[in-house]
C-alpha cells in the first residue's frame, strides 16, 4: 500500500488485484513440495525444483530433496541468464569438494532425513552456549529470549564486567538466540547427550492410546 495515496503498490489505472508471488521468498515452500513428491512412493516420475532458485546453493538443496532438474526465472530476470554459467561452476566446485563425479549423486540424498514432525524425537536435546571471547555484549539474545521466548538467558557480572550466559536446564534450542545475533560465533547450538531413550510423539500417543484401551476392556470386565 501506498501510505500517502492509500492505494495499491502497483496499480493500473488506480486499482489493484491480487497477483503471482515468485522468488527467494516461495523456496522454502517450494522445498517441502519437492520433498513430499520425492518420499511418495507413488511418485515414480521425474521432479523438477522450481521456486526461489538463484544460485548453485539453491540448486543444490532442490537436488537433495529429490528433483532431478530445476527451472530458474526471477534470478535470471534480475541478473540475465550469466547466472546459469555462475550456477554450472559453482556446482562443479561443490562435485570437486565432495568427491562426486555427477549432480546424480546428489539427487535424493536428503529426503531420507526428511519426515513429519510427530516422527520426531522428543528427548532430542539442543542449548544455546555463548562464548563470551566473541561476544560483544549488545544484549539482542536475552531480550528476544526474556520478552518472546522462554528467559532463559541471564545477564551476570564477575570482576571482569557484565556477560550473558544460558541457563541450560531451561533452555529449549529454539535458536532464536542464534538468529538474531549479530556475531558470527558468538552462540553455538550444542546437542547434549541424551538423558532419555528416543521417543516421538507419534510413539507416545499411540501408547497413550493402547493404556486407554486396556484401561477401557478392563472396566467392561468388571462391569460385566
Known amino acids: 500500500m501506498d501510505l500517502d495515496s492509500w492505494n495499491t503498490v502497483p496499480h493500473v489505472g488506480g486499482k489493484g488485484a491480487h497477483g503471482g508471488y515468485c522468488g527467494p521468498a516461495v523456496k ?30 539453491d540448486t543444490a538443496e532442490f537436488l537433495l530433496m529429490g528433483a532431478t532438474g530445476v527451472q530458474v ?3 535470471a530476470m534480475h541478473h540475465g541468464f550469466r547466472i546459469v554459467e555462475d550456477m ?19 539427487v535424493g540424498q536428503t529426503v531420507p532425513r526428511y519426515s513429519d514432525w510427530g516422527n520426531l524425537d522428543l528427548n532430542y536435546k539442543v542449548v544455546a552456549r555463548i562464548n563470551r571471547d566473541v561476544c560483544i555484549n549488545c544484549n539482542k539474545c536475552h531480550i528476544a529470549c526474556e520478552d518472546t521466548s522462554h528467559q532463559c538467558i541471564d545477564m551476570l557480572t564477575d570482576p571482569s564486567g557484565s556477560y550473558l550466559e544460558v541457563v541450560e536446564e531451561d533452555c529449549v534450542g529454539c535458536n532464536l538466540c542464534s538468529i538474531v545475533c549479530p556475531v558470527d560465533g558468538a552462540i553455538d547450538m550444542v546437542e547434549l547427550v541424551p538423558e532419555q531413550e528416543p521417543v516421538t510423539w507419534n510413539e ?18 468388571a462391569i460385566s
Do not use: H
Open 28 to 57: 522454502p515452500i517450494a522445498l517441502n513440495m519437492v520433498a513430499e513428491c520425492a518420499r511418495n512412493p507413488e511418485v515414480g516420475v521425474p521432479i523438477s525444483g522450481i521456486g526461489g532458485i538463484s544460485d548453485w546453493r
Open 73 to 75: 526465472c526471477t534470478a
Open 88 to 106: 554450472i561452476d559453482g556446482l562443479n566446485d561443490y562435485l570437486d569438494e565432495k568427491g562426486l563425479s555427477s549432480v546424480a549423486e546428489l
Open 204 to 221: 507416545r500417543q499411540s501408547a497413550i492410546a493402547m493404556l486407554q484401551s486396556v484401561r477401557d476392556q478392563s472396566t467392561k470386565e
